[in-house]
């Protein structure tokens, strides 16, 4: 199972962090900051949709057929743990290393949006202070390490439930 589940957890890992590169890039040559959050998300739902596949190997070549909702839960956990962990730690080098101005990037972007959305000064002023909020709480690097994990890991978790309660096989008596 570990073998399996680190495997499938690097694999999948190396596609996150794949993507949110090249998710990133997208968006900070972009002069609107304007990236693709459905297709980063779809990619994240089908990178993470192979744990299926995972907990399927295992129940069928190496459990004789059969596995039980906590093991395949548990394996899909593993698996996402390791791939989310991955992408986090690249984000933190990708972030604090080469694009230590993202937040502030981000702020303008969020800025500019309320102001062509017509939002009134006393909005964009007090969104202004969100983002001022944002940007002192993201100086945290546990903050950062929260937010990041918050992005992907709901993710796996949900996508580990699905496939224990869809391959969970008890053995006849």
Known sequence: MKKISTIYGLIMGTILVANMIY???LCYNNPDFKGNDVVGYAVMLIVFSMIFVAVKQIRDKQNNGFISF???FKTGLLITLI???MYVVIWLFDYYLFIP??????TLHVLKNA?????SAAEISKKAAEMANF???YKNPLFVVLITYAEVFP???LISLISALILKRKPRV
């Open 83 to 85: 791939a989310s962990t």
């Open 135 to 137: 940007k002192e709480m």
């Open 101 to 106: 101005d993202f937040i502030d990037r981000y």
């Open 70 to 72: 906590a093991r395949a």
């Open 155 to 157: 993710i796996g978790l």
């Open 23 to 25: 998710m990133t890039i």
């Open 115 to 119: 102001k062509a959305d017509g939002a």
